[in-house]
Nanobody, 120 residues
Framework: VQLQASGGGLVQAGGSLRLSCAAS????????MNWFRQIPGKQRELVAT???????DYRGSAQGRFTISRDNAKNMVYLQMNSLRPEDTAVYYC???????????????WGQGTQVTVSS
């Protein structure tokens, strides 16, 4: 199983970016999908969560500016980020709770991260 994140880049304050994350491999079902971010020198922090049924939760400053969504048929999760601020600069990671075919217990997998840089 692999998670591949994309969509990061350099944007001016107030701008928008849309991150994507594709899960591939021996996947039976994906339950929870998350976006985390990590600022240099700080711990990785949870940004947003979405369940398989589409229930969402946002942490901190993401509330009201970011939108998490997913496409279960494509095993994709997205993060639409609007009104970006310099303090949103971080490496963003996708994370998913995946049950593989033939397994009885799911586990969490991480993507490789995509850099988001917001200039002032």
């Amino acid at each position: 199983v692999q998670l591949q994140a994309s969509g990061g880049g350099l944007v001016q304050a107030g701008g928008s970016l849309r991150l994507s994350c594709a899960a591939s491999g021996n996947i039976f079902r994906i339950e929870i999908m998350n976006w985390f971010r990590q600022i240099p020198g700080k711990q990785r922090e949870l940004v947003a969560t979405i369940t398989r049924r589409g229930a969402t939760d946002y942490r901190g400053s993401a509330q009201g500016r970011f939108t998490i969504s997913r496409d279960n048929a494509k095993n994709m999760v997205y993060l639409q980020m609007n009104s970006l601020r310099p303090e949103d600069t971080a490496v963003y990671y996708c994370n998913a709770d995946i049950l593989q075919y033939g397994m009885e217990v799911s586990r969490y997998y991480w993507g490789q991260g995509t850099q988001v840089t917001v200039s002032s």
